[in-house]
């Protein structure tokens, strides 16, 4: 109840403050981050016990948690076109294809195990655990204020569109790393800054 409590409260169908819009930062917001990490925790325990001689997926999932968390310093101090030879066109479009050759690169692995890994357990596996953990009262907020043609605006580092079909909640716009917008989010405030001119400005001639 702590996050819907600090949101604007929707009164005969419009939000107190004189709210446009409610935007909202899909990971740790939408579901329960910490039970999330608990079942993923114990999914790979059990992964790992039975086939022991992949346990080298773990340090490959360890360092592109961390390489993803430190990109923009990473980008900032090296040629990452020339040290992963990924097109900068190529990074901007899908910048975990430059993270895939460099964390490939530090652990002399290749880039396609270093994608396979990620993708099933950073991308696909999480997402049978997310009902489990979704925050019921948020998500009836969100369906309220769609109800209330009140715009729902959803961002992440991660790819959003299968979440939230796992969550079973819809929005009115979605913006992610790698889309054509080239957003800029977190920790920058730009990107939502953006992002609300992008879904509010059009409509009400900011």
């Known amino acids: 109840m702590a996050k819907l409590n600090s949101l604007p409260k929707l009164h005969e169908g419009t939000l107190e403050g004189g709210y446009l819009a409610?935007?909202?930062d899909l990971d740790g917001t939408l579901y329960d981050q910490?039970?999330?990490?608990?079942?993923?925790?114990l999914r790979l325990g059990l992964y790992y016990l039975v086939h022991p001689h992949r346990y080298k997926d773990?340090?490959?999932?360890?360092t592109f948690r961390k390489v993803r968390d430190h990109w923009d310093e990473i980008e900032a101090g090296s040629d990452i076109a020339a040290l992963t030879k990924t097109a900068p066109d190529d990074q901007i479009r899908d910048p975990d294809k430059a993270m895939y050759a460099y964390v490939a690169k530090k652990h002399g692995s290749t880039e396609e195990r270093v994608e396979n890994v990620?993708?099933?357990?950073i991308y696909e596996n999480p997402l049978s655990a997310l009902p489990k953990c979704r925050d019921h009262a948020l998500a009836d907020y969100i369906a309220h204020l769609r109800e209330n043609h009140i715009p729902v605006l959803i961002f992440s580092d991660?790819?959003?569109?299968?979440?939230?079909?796992?969550?079973?909640?819809e929005a009115d716009g979605m913006y992610a790393p790698g889309d054509e917008r080239a957003i800029e989010l977190k920790p920058s405030p730009k990107g939502l800054l953006q992002i609300l001119k992008i879904s509010i400005c059009p409509h009400r001639h900011c």
Do not use: D, G, N, T
């Open 22 to 24: 409610v935007a909202f």
């Open 34 to 41: 910490k039970k999330l990490r608990l079942i993923m925790a």
């Open 58 to 62: 773990l340090l490959l999932l360890k």
């Open 118 to 121: 990620v993708k099933q357990w």
């Open 158 to 169: 991660y790819p959003i569109e299968e979440k939230l079909r796992a969550l079973a909640i």
